[in-house]
């Protein structure tokens, strides 16, 4: 959580009291196209992605433009863009019911960016954890675009006045900041209820999926071994041997939860299974509690197979056809544009540009 006020004191005009957001609901989230997407990235994000466009007015981005916060092979981005975008429709989002589209494809984004730079506080931005992991013990070195990614965030989401996001742990304190940004923009200036202050969406099953080979540690594309993680492109045979050779404990699986504290590699396992299922740990103990990881593992097994296999395959099918992937980017970039426009317009007039 951010330290930064919820309800900033404006440096000049706006009213004290906040006044609410009453427009319509809107989800937005995103997804780095950076490199190979893996199980942590189908149920922390993309599976609930598919359960909301259900439920609500959905935006799933590729967000293209934090990718270039770190160098990226310019030869492989735009290719990386329709991996994520595959990801997508392979997992069930339907683009008439979800918009897809790459963030750069929407000027919006990189204008109202700017606007909230100049909301954003340098204190506020210097509390953001995630920069000081990424820039590390050099960030002197680091990219400018880095350390301003939370503002970026916060244009992502409120140049649609998204209401809700689908959000991890590690970026929570990110939209906590694009709440205070929100909050301050209304105030500063005397245009209450303008933006939204958007709500995270956390809770559920696999919100947090741990590296096969070290449950201490979350699951990550960066990680050397290709077997702490399944990708979304494994086959059937590549996700059966790296659930079998994921690290366990010697000891049977517990009857309850409680029994998974401090067994990390157990807890993860219990949960992925849990995730893939549709169930709670609770429930999924009560199945295998008392048996060892030689029973369940294969069951684990057949049933990542079950889920992610034919995903995996239709992933293929659509990255050996770009040109079906660009058409729905395209289109998504259209209906995208037609929504944001509109809201930086409005920004715009407000802020007293010319024009």
């Given amino acids: 959580m951010t330290d930064a006020p919820t309800t900033p004191k404006p440096e000049k005009g706006g009213d004290s009291e906040p006044v609410p957001y009453a427009g319509p609901e809107r989800v937005f989230s995103g997804v780095q196209p950076t490199g190979n997407l893996h199980l942590g990235n189908y149920l922390g994000a993309i599976k609930k992605f598919v359960a909301l466009q259900h439920r609500h007015d959905c935006l799933f981005c590729v967000v293209d433009m934090h990718a270039v916060t770190v160098w990226q092979d310019p030869k492989r981005l735009a290719a ?22 790459a963030q750069s494809a929407v000027p919006a984004h990189a204008e109202l960016a700017w606007i909230f730079n100049c909301v954003a506080r340098m204190g506020w931005l210097n509390r953001m954890t995630q920069f000081k992991d990424k820039a590390g013990k050099d960030k002197e070195r680091a990219s400018v675009g880095l350390f301003v990614y939370p503002t970026l965030m916060a244009a992502d989401i409120l140049v649609y006045k998204g209401t809700h996001v689908p959000v991890g742990d590690d970026q929570k304190q990110h939209l906590e ?14 245009a209450p209820g303008f933006f939204p202050l958007p709500e995270p969406l956390i809770k559920g099953p696999g919100a947090r999926v741990m590296s096969l080979k070290d449950g201490s540690k979350k699951m990550s594309k960066s990680d050397p071994s290709d077997l702490s993680r399944i990708n979304l492109t494994d086959d059937a045979d590549a996700i059966a041997k790296k659930i ?5 404990d010697a000891e049977p699986l517990p009857d309850s939860v409680d029994g998974l504290a401090n067994r990390p590699e157990a807890q993860n396992l219990v949960g992925v299974y849990a995730a893939l299922a549709g169930k709670t740990d609770a429930e999924v103990l009560a199945e295998f509690g008392g048996q060892g990881f030689g029973a369940f593992k294969p069951k684990l097994a057949d049933l990542a197979v079950d889920t992610l296999a034919p995903m995996a395959a239709d992933m293929r099918r659509l990255m050996d056809d770009p040109a079906e992937i660009d058409r729905v980017l395209a289109s ?3 209906a995208a544009r037609d929504i944001a426009e509109p809201v930086i317009a409005d920004v715009k007039r407000i802020v007293g540009f010319w024009g």
């Fill in 177 to 190: 900041l694009a709440r205070d940004i929100a909050g301050k923009f209304n105030l500063d200036f005397a």
């Fill in 80 to 101: 990386q863009t329709r991996e994520i975008a595959a990801a997508y429709l392979a997992a069930g989002i339907d683009p008439s019911k979800g918009v897809i589209f």
């Fill in 244 to 248: 079998k050779k994921a690290k366990t």
């Fill in 332 to 334: 998504g970039a259209a």
